[in-house]
């Protein structure tokens, strides 16, 4: 395909890389088969214990170079490769679909976020800013200052390939801290690819080997990285399961853990909601990226006395969705990552079966021609309580759950009572619910939003949740301090120097 020969992709691909050079590595053989159609795109070398610390040293030594290198220029560095993804966002766009299975709309659009962080980010290297406070003794000043911690080790999910890395790694640049990356041995391709974008961004910089690392393998290289003593910083996006992992590990250690995890994100519809809104915002929420984001929406709480309307208009939107090669933009719907998230996903179905759910549009896996990758399924619909264990749980595949409620104040209970807290909204035309749904008695979720979908979240704002969902912070706002060490200092510019207490020492 052409555009992998344009990403510099090749049959087989080296898996360790210290910025512009690859390592060889003696690790496993990995490959890489797209759901789309079930063929062998390549395969990478993934990363041996050697290879792995051939990486942290290079590291290591970069750190002590980039970290003086002036702020703006290290965002000078981060536009330029900016202007690179700009250059192949096509061909990336179509590997992310190809890869991972999103349509290619998504795609594309997942590049977009890559080209908008990154636009972010050099605005942010002008920004990076502490605070002047009073001091209480005469002839002192006292300020605040941010420094860069070193490595930041970025673990990434197969679901968004391309962007959680840049999310992490063009903050981290601008922050002066240099980045190793494990991304999903599931989308192996799309981070060699990456790291050959960015290759001569780096080289006609001079940027030192080492600050923008490429470690790709699977679990053991995750669990390497999070025990490292010389990685303060992990950044783990994926499940709740490996999170609790990574962030047990990172913290016997006293690092620090920057945890994305699972979603189990709600739509509330009001009585008083504009329906052909809610209705498009619930319909991408839950089927978009065929419910594979963090930001999904599974649940949509309905008010009783719009609950049948709602019931109908989504039945009748369902009916109108394509589903097959996420290549063809005429496709609505692409497949699940692996035949392994087919088996959870018809399981899901089977425990809202025996729980007594009732499936107003069914699910099931599609066959014959377009699907021969057995990856394709259905998206459906399910009437249910929210008392249903599997209401509770996250499943990464398009089920949707409605739930019918009478009172705003037993909507918001319903919402907040997973044990997930990512992304929720309210549909409404009702300022009163509108805002106790944004109030301290409101969603306790960390993206909280009104008369948009859960799923869609603009890298401007700080992104991350509550809970069982981690509560880290990446993107935008502040979350560039998650990736730094703050410092008080004090400074005496008097002829005395005043002790605490009062005390006194005759000298």
């Known amino acids: 395909m052409d555009f992998l020969k344009r990403l510099g992709i090749e049959s087989t691909n080296k898996g360790v890389s210290t910025g512009t050079q690859w390592i060889d590595s003696k690790g496993e053989t990995i490959a890489s088969f797209s759901p789309v159609d079930g063929k062998k795109i390549a395969s990478v070398i993934a990363a041996d214990k050697e290879s792995y610390e051939a990486v942290i040293k290079k590291s290591e030594a970069a750190f002590l170079t980039w970290r003086l290198m002036p702020a703006p220029k290290r965002g000078e560095i981060v536009r330029q490769m900016g202007d690179a993804l700009r250059m192949y966002k096509e061909p990336l766009g179509k590997l992310v679909s190809y890869e991972m299975g999103k349509s290619l709309q998504e795609g594309y659009g997942e590049v977009q976020e890559m080209i908008d962080i990154c636009d972010f980010a050099v605005g942010l290297s002008r920004q990076l800013h502490g605070l002047t406070m009073h001091s209480e003794r005469p002839g002192h000043r006292m300020y605040e200052q941010y420094h860069p911690l070193g490595i930041v080790g970025i673990i990434s999910a197969f679901n968004f390939p391309v962007a959680v890395w840049s999310w992490n790694s063009m903050l981290a640049w601008v922050c002066g801290d240099v980045c190793i990356w494990k991304p999903s041995e599931k989308t192996p391709l799309c981070g060699i690819a990456c790291q050959n ?188 309580q929210p008392g249903f264990k599997i209401v509770q749980h996250e499943t990464f595949a398009p089920i949707l759950y409605l739930l019918k409620y009478k009172t705003i104040d037993e909507a918001i209970t319903i919402q907040n009572e997973v044990p997930q807290g990512l992304s929720s909204s309210i549909m409404t035309l009702n300022m009163r619910e509108a805002e106790q749904f944004l109030s301290h008695a409101g969603s306790d979720c960390g993206i909280a939003n009104v008369n948009i979908g859960t799923s869609g979240a603009e890298i401007g704002g700080a992104f991350g949740g509550e809970k069982e969902t981690g509560g880290g912070r990446e993107s935008g706002s502040d979350a560039w301090k998650a990736y730094m060490r703050r410092q008080t200092n004090t400074i005496n510019y008097s002829t005395s120097l005043p002790l605490a207490q009062g005390i006194k020492f005759d000298i």
């Open 197 to 384: 974008i960015i290759t001569e961004v780096l080289k006609k910089n001079n940027v030192p080997e080492g600050v923008s690392g490429l470690i790709i393998g699977g679990r053991e290289v995750g669990e390497w990285m999070a025990a490292d003593t010389r990685i303060p910083l992990v950044s783990a996006t994926g499940s709740t399961r490996m999170g609790k992992a990574v962030g047990a590990t990172v913290g016997a250690r006293l690092g620090r853990a920057l945890l994305e995890l699972g979603g189990n994100n709600a739509i509330i519809i009001s009585k008083e909601a504009d329906l052909d809104i809610a209705i498009l915002g619930s319909l991408f929420g839950a089927v978009g990226t065929a419910g594979q984001r963090c930001t999904t929406t599974r649940r949509l709480i309905i008010h009783e006395e719009v609950y049948e309307t709602v019931k109908s208009k989504l039945v009748a939107a369902y009916k109108q969705l394509r589903i097959g090669d996420p290549l063809d933009q005429n496709n609505h719907v692409g497949p699940l990552i692996d035949t392994d998230a087919v088996k959870m996903y018809l399981d899901s179905i089977e425990k809202c079966k025996a729980e007594g759910g009732n499936f107003i549009v069914e699910g099931g896996v599609l066959s014959g021609t377009g699907y021969e990758s057995g990856c394709y399924v259905k998206p459906c619909i399910a009437e249910a």
